[in-house]
């Protein structure tokens, strides 16, 4: 084991180390620097969306109480006009993740997905603002008819609404998840 082994094996070992080292460190500080950058968009995205879904909510404060399995967040509107409540649900392509408004009355305001990655085209149909609209003005007796029922019936099942043909998995996902929101508004006891 001479200085050939030493330029031979060692000596490319000990630089690619370096190299690792060296960009590791080079990216924890670029992540340093960008992450308050990213919270501050991420936080100002989320506003956005819940101003969508409660257009009468001015500003929003987060609710400390317990969250309901699958349920993201829970914003209460200072001004007492609703919430805006993100919950999950399994659908085609993995989680779904919606945004609903709900009034002081317990009534949809909107819904809007937030995240999916359900198929572009024919699943991404129960997510278009036409689709959401038919929450619109609808109560937790109309999306539930029986509490203990959230999660499990179709959304085939339901009078009250569509799915789209083709799509029921993606409209589930939606459905599921307006139904964890009002179940949430529930648990919360709405507004307070």
Known sequence: ????????????????????????????????????????????????????????????????????EGIVDYYIADNGA??????TAKSFGGTMTVMVGIDANGAITGVTVTNHADTPGLGTKAMTVEY????NGKTAADIIPDMGTIGQDS??????????TGAT????????????ALAQFEAAGGVK
């Open 82 to 87: 609703g919430v805006a409540c993100t919950s």
């Open 155 to 164: 959304i085939k099942k339901n009078t009250n609404l569509d799915a789209i």
């Open 1 to 68: 084991m001479g200085n050939s082994t030493f330029k031979e094996y060692i000596k490319p070992a000990l630089v690619l180390v370096i190299i690792c080292l060296v960009v590791s460190f080079a990216l924890s500080q670029t992540y340093g620097m960008t992450k308050p950058i990213i919270d501050q968009n991420a936080a100002k995205a989320a506003d956005e969306a819940r101003a969508l879904v409660l257009p009468e909510g001015d500003s929003f404060t987060a609710y400390d109480g317990q969250l309901n």
């Open 132 to 135: 959401l609209s038919q929450y």
């Open 169 to 180: 998995i993606s409209s589930n996902g939606v459905y599921y998840s307006v139904q964890g």
